[in-house]
């Protein structure tokens, strides 16, 4: 079944690095996803990865992606206080319907 | 990246009235549009999945009476809540996507029903 769990909140400082963190349940998952939403506002695609790589880089966002325990992670280096909102991991067989997970809430303070 | 606006961005409504959320690709052709439903600090939950020309497919537990969606063109998906009640009150977001790319989101339409 489709399953996708993340804590549910993160709060760091100014200039520290955050990483938040992701599971999933659909091991035929193609891609997987990570989303920003503002209060009150749609999703921003930040980046994705597909499942036969293991990292993707992309300027101060990292993804990790451990296949092998459906484990995903989204580390933003030099967090800013702009950064603060939520963060969605999703996952997809293909550019079709996504599975979200539950959303973790990041808080950055000055 | 492609731009998908939804209008409006917030409504309120009476109980029992009906309200249209419209969901726009702006710069290209969307053969298939999604529909997501937000309750306050939670995950989003396709509702259906809708393809151009065609019946909308409805997820589980969502009543398609109570959520009519049309999606007449390739440029556009509506969403109607039919006899509103309190409980409908949510965040609805639609997604656009073309043949195998990326989905983008519009800025979502905040529902109040009172």
């Known amino acids: 079944g489709e399953d996708v769990e993340q804590s549910l909140f993160l709060s760091v400082r100014e200039g520290d690095s955050s990483v938040i963190n992701c599971t999933y349940t659909?091991?035929?998952?193609?891609?997987l996803y990570w989303y920003k939403q503002e209060p009150g506002a749609g999703l921003q695609l930040l980046t994705y990865i597909f499942s036969n790589m293991d990292m993707k880089q992309d300027q101060r966002l990292t993804v990790l992606l451990n296949k092998k325990d459906k484990h995903l992670s989204l580390r933003i280096a030099d967090t800013q206080t702009g950064d603060s909102a939520i963060y969605f991991c999703a996952e997809t067989t293909g550019f079709q319907k996504l599975v979200f997970g539950t959303g973790t809430r990041l808080l950055v303070s000055p | 990246g492609a731009v998908v606006s939804q209008h409006p961005s917030w409504v309120i409504c009476k109980s029992g009235t009906s309200v249209k959320i419209e969901c726009r690709s702006l710069d290209f052709q969307a053969t298939t549009m999604f529909w997501y439903r937000q309750f306050p600090k939670q995950s989003l939950m396709l509702m259906a999945t809708s393809n151009e020309g065609s019946k909308a497919t409805y997820e589980q537990g969502v009543e398609k009476d109570k959520f009519l969606i049309n999606h007449a063109s390739l440029t556009l998906s509506t969403l109607t809540v039919t006899s509103a009640h309190p409980e409908d009150s949510s965040f609805y977001i639609c997604?656009?996507?073309?043949?195998?790319?990326?989905?983008?989101f519009g800025q979502g339409t905040r529902l109040t029903v009172v």
């Open positions: 659909d091991s035929s998952s193609t891609y």
């Open positions: 997604s656009a996507i073309q043949r195998n790319t990326e989905a983008f």
